[in-house]
Antibody
Framework: QVQLLESGPGLVKPSETLSLTCTVS????????WSWIRQSPGKGLEWIGY???????NSNPSLKSRVTISIDTSKNQFALRLTSVTAADSAVYYC?????????????WGQGTLVNVSS | DIQMTQSPSSLSAAVGDRVTITCQAS??????LNWYQQKPGKAPNLLIY???SLEPGVPSRFSGRGSGTHFSLIIRSVQPEDVATYYC?????????FGQGTKVEIK
């Protein structure tokens, strides 16, 4: 059974870079697509982007210029970098696994990690 | 982006009631419609994919229907453990987008 665990700082200063890591256990990271999704009271659930181990990535056009998603198959981890953050980027950030039947259908989620952007 | 509009935003039902939540897409999404359940303090959980396919382990009292731009999630006989917020999501077009959620409470 696949399990996901997000890790990273809970507080980031405005204009700095938010960095999170998702550790995958229970299966190989090479078998699926992997996404980052965030949830805030103001914007609800917002998909950030996905990655596949062969290098395929895609991200939400609203965030594309600030988002980098990378993958480390040796550690079974993938990561999110979001640059030039503002208070609007404060949210609970989830990593999620894509279902076999749809790369943007999310059948396993991490527990989420709260990130506040504040000085 | 495709806009997903859910109604109602919240509802209160008695145990055993039939509950219907609707989701309207701003354009045809070719039946690429998923439903998630989110309990307080937890991550969303996939219930239904592709309009009506039940995810393994999801109780059969949950069902989905619809086509084109209009979709529904039905809870045939709502139970206390169904207290949650429910979200629809389209994954027909990038970026995939979610509805704003429907909060279900028990009277």
């Amino acid at each position: 059974q696949v399990q996901l665990l997000e890790s990273g700082p809970g507080l980031v200063k405005p204009s700095e870079t938010l960095s999170l890591t998702c550790t995958v256990s229970g299966d190989s990271i090479t078998n699926y697509y992997w996404s980052w999704i965030r949830q805030s009271p103001g914007k609800g659930l917002e998909w950030i982007g996905y990655i596949y181990h062969l290098g395929n990535t895609n991200s939400n056009p609203s965030l594309k210029s600030r988002v980098t998603i990378s993958i480390d198959t040796s550690k079974n981890q993938f990561a999110l970098r979001l640059t030039s953050v503002t208070a609007a980027d404060s949210a609970v950030y989830y990593c999620a696994k894509s279902a076999y039947h749809g790369k943007e259908t999310f059948d396993v989620w991490g527990q989420g990690t709260l990130v506040n952007v504040s000085s | 982006d495709i806009q997903m509009t859910q109604s109602p935003s919240s509802l209160s039902a008695a145990v055993g009631d039939r509950v219907t939540i609707t989701c309207q897409a701003s354009q045809d999404i070719n039946n690429h419609l998923n439903w998630y359940q989110q309990k307080p303090g937890k991550a969303p959980n996939l219930l239904i994919y592709d309009v009506s396919s039940l995810e393994p382990g999801v109780p059969s009292r949950f069902s989905g229907r619809g086509s084109g731009t209009h979709f529904s999630l039905i809870i045939r006989s709502v139970q206390p453990e169904d207290v949650a917020t429910y979200y629809c999501q389209q994954d027909d077009d990038l970026p995939n987008t979610f509805g704003q959620g429907t909060k279900v409470e028990i009277k």
